[in-house]
């Protein structure tokens, strides 16, 4: 009949979107049981959906973070309210990933936990943009700090070259040591004037 139809329709409008989202969606028990897993989840653990069927949820996380998942949905269970939780869970290709997860309460028709609906999400690509920003953050506050030390040191070598010029004038007819350690001056100065300019160069945005 149509109440039929329009039930099968809404259950695979629901399918249609479990299976085109991103992350990873299980639907669990009252236990933490897996009843559900969307292809991308599955394709997580390297398995097939139906594979994960009947899993408890908790030992695909490594055991560090078990106890600490099980006092939350016990937490879940009793006051009927979502939670977060960033752990690292075992993949089906033996690698270690980070991830957190979103686990709301499923209410039976009494108002009555009945289960969960989690989402997952792999954060290895986050932390990875999340470093790189952070790095990118650093260089820029690195450019600034040899920014503001370069101009300082432009000054001083400035200062240095006039008081080297004004020496070599002062003391023009003075021995042929005094006028070499002058020059001698004069050139790391020289050295240190295309040293600060080449910094400034590295600085200033591209």
Same mark, same amino acid.
């Given at each position: 009949?149509?109440?039929?139809?329009?039930?099968?329709?809404?259950?695979?409008?629901?399918?249609?979107?479990?299976?085109?989202?991103?992350?990873?969606?299980?639907?669990?028990?009252?236990?933490?049981?897996?009843?559900?897993?969307?292809?991308?989840?599955?394709?997580?653990?390297?398995?097939?959906?139906?594979?994960?069927?009947?899993?408890?949820?908790?030992?695909?996380?490594?055991?560090?973070?078990?106890?600490?998942?099980?006092?939350?949905?016990?937490?879940?269970?009793?006051?009927?309210?979502?939670?977060?939780?960033?752990?690292?869970?075992?993949?089906?290709?033996?690698?270690?990933?980070?991830?957190?997860?979103?686990?709301?309460?499923?209410?039976?028709?009494?108002?009555?936990?009945?289960?969960?609906?989690?989402?997952?999400?792999?954060?290895?690509?986050?932390?990875?943009?999340?470093?790189?920003?952070?790095?990118?953050?650093?260089?820029?506050?690195?450019?600034?700090?040899?920014?503001?030390?370069?101009?300082?040191?432009?000054?001083?070598?400035?200062?240095?070259?006039?008081?080297?010029?004004?020496?070599? %004038?002062?003391?023009?007819?003075?021995?042929?040591?005094?006028?070499?350690?002058?020059?001698?001056?004069?050139? %790391?100065?020289?050295?240190?004037?295309?040293?600060?300019?080449?910094?400034?160069?590295?600085?200033?945005? %591209?």
């Amino acid at each position: 009949n149509a109440t039929i139809k329009d039930l099968r329709q809404s259950q695979s409008f629901a399918s249609t979107i479990l299976e085109n989202i991103h992350h990873g969606v299980f639907v669990l028990d009252h236990d933490g049981k897996i009843k559900y897993a969307s292809s991308t989840v599955a394709k997580e653990f390297n398995a097939l959906p139906q594979d994960l069927v009947g899993a408890h949820v908790v030992k695909m996380m490594e055991p560090d973070y078990r106890e600490k998942f099980e006092e939350k949905w016990k937490e879940m269970k009793q006051k009927l309210t979502p939670f977060e939780f960033e752990m690292r869970y075992l993949t089906g290709r033996g690698k270690v990933e980070p991830g957190l997860i979103s686990v709301a309460p499923v209410l039976s028709p009494q108002g009555n936990f009945d289960g969960a609906v989690l989402l997952g999400i792999n954060l290895s690509k986050v932390k990875e943009e999340e470093k790189k920003r952070l790095i990118e953050e650093r260089l820029a506050n690195m450019g600034l700090l040899a920014s503001k030390l370069s101009h300082e040191l432009r000054n001083v070598l400035g200062a240095m070259s006039n008081s080297i010029y004004f020496l070599g %004038q002062t003391l023009k007819d003075s021995n042929e040591k005094i006028k070499r350690h002058l020059e001698i001056l004069g050139q %790391q100065v020289d050295t240190g004037t295309h040293l600060v300019a080449s910094i400034l160069d590295f600085a200033r945005p %591209q």
